[in-house]
């Protein structure tokens, strides 16, 4: 096989192919591979792939190098273990129908993460699969469930609690529930989440505080549950964890 092909007739093909079919010759063998370790090859895929490159080339420039580097497909990376558990967690949760408190509780942020236990009957389809997924979901039953007329403003505000640094951060500022999405079951509010400035370029993500309900009546809805979410940015465990470990806590 080594002897098939003369050196000059590899050498004349060689520039023509593509990045991936010379990698694939150099597994061929012997004669294949040592031809194509020669760097000209490479600069002709290279010149093709990024042209600028080749008119003012880095000094020393490895074409083999930088097309093996550049071109292949980018591994998902994992994130490491976050510092931060739900255990050292606490979130401070205040609601108001509009000047009068509602709903007010300390939640761990273990009993979050255990969301709703029995979710009750005749939740639409669309909630019931939201349940039932992989997310990480932050959900609080509410008990005695809330029954709140559907015309009057509800706000509602988060402050959160890390107990392993003694420190707070807000997560919804008095934020109002001004979207109704009938489909899911859904009130929904959010904020802008405030990051440490140690993170600079992190921004526009975004908090949201579910409502879920059912309707009793036509102007009437009974809240039987509450979620957090941060499915701008982050929807497993380890990402919400690393998202809050960024926060601005002061």
């Keep these: 096989m080594e002897n098939e092909f003369p050196d000059e007739v590899l050498k004349s093909v060689f520039p023509l192919l593509d990045g991936k079919d010379l990698v694939f010759c150099m597994l061929v063998c012997r ?3 040592e031809i194509a370790k020669d760097d000209y090859f490479w600069k002709c895929i290279c010149s093709r792939k990024w042209p600028s490159i080749c008119k003012q080339p880095p000094v020393d420039a490895n074409y083999k190098k ?8 980018q591994k998902i990376q994992r994130l490491p273990v976050p510092r931060l558990t739900f255990d050292d967690l606490v979130f401070y949760i205040d609601m108001w129908l509009e000047e009068s408190l509602i709903f007010s509780q300390a939640i ?3 009993t979050l993460r255990a969301g709703l236990q029995c979710a009750p009957h005749g939740i639409p389809d669309i909630l019931a ?11 609080l039953e509410v008990e005695p469930k809330l029954s709140i007329p559907t015309g009057p403003a509800i706000t509602v505000s988060v402050l959160a609690h890390r107990k392993d640094s003694n420190k707070m951060a807000c997560i ?15 009130a929904l509010a959010y904020e802008y989440l405030r990051f440490s400035p140690r993170h600079p370029f992190i921004s526009d993500i975004r908090a949201w505080m579910s409502l879920l309900f059912l309707y009793k009546g036509a102007s009437v809805i009974e809240v039987f549950g509450i979620e957090i979410d941060f499915c701008d940015a982050a929807r497993s465990e380890t990402e919400i964890l690393w998202l809050l470990d960024m926060l601005d806590w002061k």
């Excluded at 930088?66 to 497909?73: A, E, R, V």
């Excluded at 699969?129 to 959900?139: K, P, T, V």
Aim: glycine share 4%; proline share 2%; with cysteine.
């Design 31 to 33: 004669q294949w591979r």
């Design 66 to 73: 930088l097309y093996l580097t550049f071109s292949k497909p």
């Design 108 to 110: 761990s942020g273990c």
């Design 129 to 139: 699969a939201h349940l039932s997924s992989l997310d990480c979901i932050l959900m």
């Design 172 to 186: 919804i500022n008095k934020s109002t529930f001004d979207y109704i999405d009938g489909s899911a079951a859904r």
